[in-house]
């Protein structure tokens, strides 16, 4: 399939949900006011705090070990080199996820107490 079809029918389907999102929010927002709500209260576009950093620099680290072991894996073994770059990337990539959810629950739960 050529590629450029593929970007098409992406951009297509893109903008079609961008336009059902803006009046989607548009209602709710109307409807707010409607109530006498105040409407900034609806916040689309929330701050990253360092949070989302710590997440982030994980991933990235999980990604870099998963590309080493990667190699590792497909010169050591008679695996395929891409089986053993993808396994590996995603093994420790969602590794990587898992750390951060534990680390971000316990400090959620240090701030709570």
């Known amino acids: 399939m050529d590629l450029t079809a593929v970007l098409v029918l992406l951009v297509i389907f893109g903008s079609i949900y961008g336009i059902i999102q803006l009046f989607v929010r548009r209602k709710e927002r109307m409807a707010l006011i409607e109530k006498g709500v105040d409407a900034s209260k609806l916040n689309y576009f929330k701050k990253q705090t360092t949070a989302s950093s ?18 590792v894996l497909s010169v050591t073994t008679e695996l395929q080199q891409e089986v053993a770059y993808f396994s590996m990337v995603f093994i420790f990539g969602g590794l990587a996820l898992v750390i951060f959810h ?7 739960e240090e701030e709570g107490d």
Do not use: M, N, T
């Open 54 to 71: 710590l997440k982030y620099g994980l991933l990235l680290i999980g990604i870099a070990v998963g590309l080493l072991l990667g190699d």
């Open 102 to 108: 534990f680390i971000d629950k316990k400090k959620r």
